[in-house]
């Protein structure tokens, strides 16, 4: 594999699992020193192991701890050039008519409030760089962001938002002369372990992954490496000139309908 990111400093918030240990191994794998945050120190050890990567236990959404968590990294490995904004809940979600006022308040502390801090204190230390204010910003949104779930209402609207985050930051960046970029990608379904683990449970899994695939028109879900694969190209030189935009990675689930 190529060593797009040799001599980076990266960092991925939400990093323990699913898409963001893929991101870890991938940037990793890529020449990248990575730190990743999270809550779960037992699979962040193990990750550490595989990859050398460097673990610290935060919370996207303490504003407080987030400047000791950019003194720390810069500190360690001298610079920060790539953040994926990854970290992301759903749990206590509901309809706009069952969503209860904590389980909106914490999906919007994370999701948004959280991603945002991330945004706000990964420019701060990008502007640390020895050359000046440069790096890539990657926000995990989702394909809901476009296409809304009924039953999934703080979700859905969490990750509208954040594509207006990307947006807003990657204008006020370039305004301010800043050679920091800011895009989010937009996810469909992923076979992670999660939804494998969900798919499992059902009575038919068979059928439950049928339709999960039967989704997007290519007929299947993403994969952890195509994801990890996007996020390291846009944290990467070659993505230079790619700032401000939603890039959907769904298997063509939003880009229309089949017909009948």
Known sequence: MAKRLEGKVALVTGGTTGIGAAAVRRLAEEGATVFFTGSKEEPA????AETGAHFRKHRVQDAAAWPALIDDIIATGGRLDAVFANAGIEAG??????????????IIAVNQTGVMLTVQNAILGMKRNPEGATGSIIINSSMNATRPLGNYVAYSVSKA??????????VHCG????????????PGVVETPLIQNIMNAQ?????????????????RMAQLNEISGLVAYL???????????????????????MGV
Not at 203 to 218: F, K, S
């Open 93 to 106: 979600d509901g309809s706009i008519e069952t969503v209860e006022i904590e389980g909106w308040d914490n």
């Open 235 to 257: 944290a990467s030189d070659e993505a230079g000139f790619i700032s401000g935009a939603e890039i959907a990675i769904d298997g063509a689930t939003t880009a229309g309908m």
């Open 203 to 219: 009575p038919d899994p068979a059928a439950a992954r049928a339709m999960y695939e039967g989704m997007a028109p290519l007929k």
């Open 175 to 186: 305004g301010q002369g800043y050679k920091i970029r800011v895009n989010a990608i937009l």
């Open 45 to 48: 050890a193990a990750l550490c």
């Open 161 to 170: 938002a954040v594509c207006a985050l990307a947006k807003s930051a990657a």
